[in-house]
């Protein structure tokens, strides 16, 4: 088991920035990779990006790409998103998942946290 817990999400002014954080623990983390995962209200869940297990590779969808950037310490356990140009359209819950792939696909990733709330408004 890999028990995940977010944090870093509020509320920002359209432009702004925020950074999410994911704490892992229980299996080994640095086995995972690891990705983000967005769903707004009435909508699916949404993949905006994954990291390697040694973060040596990123795999970014056109929502997030050149906006968004995700890292990993492995040290830590930890893995980081930072949104920068916010806008309203990227109000959504925002989840981090692990998977034993580096792949945008919701149902290869074993283990999720329980999200965190980005709301982007003026």
């Known amino acids: 088991q890999v028990q995940l817990v977010e944090s870093g999400g509020g509320l920002v002014q359209p432009g702004g920035s925020l950074r999410l954080a994911c704490a892992a623990s229980?299996?080994?983390?640095?086995?995972?990779?690891m990705g983000w995962f967005r769903q707004a209200p009435g909508k699916e869940r949404e993949f905006v990006v994954a990291?390697?297990?040694?973060?040596?590779?990123?795999y970014y969808t056109d929502s997030g790409k050149g906006r968004f950037t995700i890292s990993r310490d492995n040290a830590k356990n930890a893995v980081y998103l930072q949104m920068n140009s916010l806008q309203p359209e990227d109000t959504a819950v925002y989840y981090c998942?692990?998977?034993?792939?580096?792949?945008?696909?919701?149902?290869?990733?074993?283990?999720w946290g329980q999200g965190t709330q980005v709301t982007v408004s003026s």
């Open positions: 990291i390697s297990w040694n973060g040596g590779t990123s």
């Open positions: 998942a692990a998977s034993r792939q580096l792949t945008g696909w919701v149902n290869d990733y074993d283990y």
């Open positions: 229980g299996r080994t983390f640095s086995n995972y990779a």
